[in-house]
């Protein structure tokens, strides 16, 4: 995955109007702090984005206000 994760982010990366984006969605973090690597070696390392509980940019999906208990429910494992 990685390979073609650098291929992919590093295509085009001067233009901002061709290069890919991506959303990463993980729960361990290895993979994103690669993506993050890759990224500031192409050259985009403000375009990376890490939502988190406790970081700058955060999203908790079961403090949802349109998600009812049953929704919740269907999502834990």
């Known amino acids: 995955m990685l390979p073609f994760a ?3 982010l590093s295509w085009q ?3 901002p109007r061709r ?7 993980e729960v361990k973090g290895d993979f994103c702090h690669d993506i993050r690597t890759d990224l500031q070696d192409a050259g985009r390392g ?3 984005i890490e939502l988190g509980l406790g970081g700058r ?7 949802s206000a349109m998600a009812t208990i049953l929704e919740v429910i269907e999502r834990t494992p």
């Open 6 to 8: 650098r291929q992919l």
């Open 13 to 15: 990366s001067a233009d």
């Open 19 to 25: 290069r890919a984006a991506a959303l990463v969605l």
């Open 46 to 48: 403000d375009d990376y």
């Open 57 to 63: 940019w955060q999203w908790n999906p079961l403090s």
